[in-house]
């Protein structure tokens, strides 16, 4: 329930001044295969970054943790989630929240191509890969 003294919002006046925001094409972001682009936040003046990925049937993410959350958007297709030791299944419209510093993974799980937006809650990417020692920041590799 929401009372007078728990608001469902801050206002705040609005600032005159618009800062340097430019658009980031997304021609720009594209890494890997060239359907999955990488926005990292800090170079964009942004506290946040994401991955917007688009698999074919089968492809998905290595099993990875992150040291803050990570939100799954599905925006077409189905994807079997891993996040600990629980599966689910989502499609296009769900949202899923993995904790920080649980490993998780997903796999498009259909027919057609499954694209997730996954919406790092850090203005660098960090991702500690099963297979690797030790984190990385904005890592190479174009799994999310």
């Known amino acids: 329930m929401i009372t007078s003294s728990t608001p469902a919002e801050i206002l705040l006046a609005p600032s005159e ?32 970054s994401y991955f917007l990925v688009d698999y074919e049937t089968g492809q998905g993410t290595g099993l990875h943790w992150h040291p803050y959350p990570e939100t799954w958007v599905v925006l077409e297709g189905e994807a079997t989630l891993t996040i600990g030791d629980r599966q689910l299944t989502a499609t296009a419209g769900d949202t899923a929240t993995v904790p920080t510093g649980a490993w998780h993974q997903f796999v498009n799980a259909g027919a057609e191509r499954l694209k997730v937006l996954c ?26």
């Not at 925001?21 to 720009?28: K, N, P, R, T, W």
């Not at 919406?119 to 999310?144: G, L, N, Y």
């Open 119 to 144: 919406i790092h809650a850090s203005a660098v990417i960090i991702q500690t890969w099963a297979d690797e020692p030790a984190p990385t920041a904005s890592a190479e590799r174009i799994d999310a």
């Open 17 to 48: 001044h618009a800062g340097t925001s430019e658009i980031v094409h997304g021609a720009d972001l594209v890494i890997g295969t060239g359907r999955t682009r990488r926005f990292v936040g800090i170079e964009h003046g942004a506290a946040v």
